[in-house]
C-alpha cells in the first residue's frame, strides 16, 4: 500500500541550527513533492515543491532534497528561529493534475 | 495566489444533525478540494468539488454523507450529515490557481467541529 512517513516525534533545536526533516515515502512514483507549513488552528501554507527531476531547490532559509531512489525527501531550516516552531507537513502527487496526499507532519519546536 | 475564507470557524452540534460549511475565495480558481483532518492525523482528501457537475469522492467517503456543492468558480459548499462524535474534526477548503507553480495547493483556515 502507498505510505508517506514523517517523524512522528517532535524535533527539539536550539535557535541558530539548523533542522532537518524527513519525509519518506513508498510504493508512489511522485511527479513532485511539496512541503507545508501548519500552525495550531490554520491551514496548511505552501513552502516548496520540488520535481522528480530535480535534486534540490532552495528559497530562503530553506533547502528541499529529493532523492527517488531513496524514496526520500529532506527538508532543511537553516539558522533556525523560535519563529520556525510549527508543523512541517510533506505532501506528494503522481502527476500536475492528481490530488495531494500528505503525510502526517513533523513538529518543529525551536528554543530560545 | 488565492485568499479563502471558511464558514463558520468553529460549531458545536448535536448528533444526527448536519452541519454546511462554505468556502468563498477571492478569486476563480479551476480545483477546489474539501479536506478533514482529524486530531493528531494528517490531512484527508473528502472530494473535488466540481463546477457545474457532482464532486469526486474519495474511497471512505460518500456523497450521501457529505453532500458538495460547487455553484461557481469562487464558491462551495460541504455538509456533513447525520453528525456522529466521530466527524469531530477540522474541515478544510483547498484550491489550486493558474500561475507559475500551478501544482500549489492554498488552505483555508478551517472549521472547526466538536459533534456532541
Known amino acids: 500500500s502507498q505510505k508517506i512517513e514523517q517523524n512522528s516525534e517532535a524535533l527539539n533545536i536550539q535557535e541558530g541550527k539548523t533542522a532537518t526533516l524527513t519525509c519518506n515515502y513508498t510504493n508512489y512514483s511522485p511527479a513532485y513533492l511539496q512541503w507545508y507549513r501548519q500552525d495550531p488552528g490554520r491551514g496548511p501554507v505552501f513552502l516548496l515543491l520540488i520535481r522528480e527531476n530535480e535534486k534540490e531547490k532552495r528559497k530562503e532559509r530553506l533547502k528541499v532534497t529529493f532523492d527517488t531512489t531513496l524514496k526520500q525527501s529532506l527538508f532543511h531550516i537553516t539558522a533556525s528561529q523560535p519563529a520556525d516552531s510549527a508543523t512541517y507537513l510533506c505532501a506528494l502527487a503522481n502527476s500536475g493534475y492528481s490530488t495531494l496526499t500528505f503525510g502526517k507532519g513533523t513538529m518543529l519546536l525551536v528554543s530560545p | 495566489s488565492a485568499v479563502i475564507s471558511q464558514k463558520p470557524s468553529r460549531d458545536i452540534c448535536q448528533r444526527g444533525t448536519s452541519l454546511t460549511i462554505q468556502c468563498q475565495v477571492d478569486s476563480q480558481v479551476t480545483m477546489m478540494f474539501w479536506y478533514r483532518q482529524q486530531p493528531g492525523q494528517s490531512l484527508t482528501l473528502i472530494a473535488t468539488?466540481?463546477?457545474?457537475?457532482?464532486?469526486?469522492?474519495e474511497s471512505g467517503f460518500v456523497i450521501d454523507k457529505f453532500p458538495i456543492s460547487r455553484p461557481n468558480l469562487t464558491f462551495s459548499t460541504l455538509t456533513v450529515s447525520n453528525m456522529s462524535p466521530e466527524d469531530s474534526s477540522i474541515y478544510l477548503c483547498s484550491v489550486r490557481t493558474p500561475g507559475p507553480i500551478q501544482e500549489t495547493q492554498y488552505f483555508g483556515p478551517g472549521t472547526r467541529l466538536l459533534v456532541l
Open positions: 468539488a466540481n463546477q457545474g457537475s457532482e464532486a469526486t469522492y
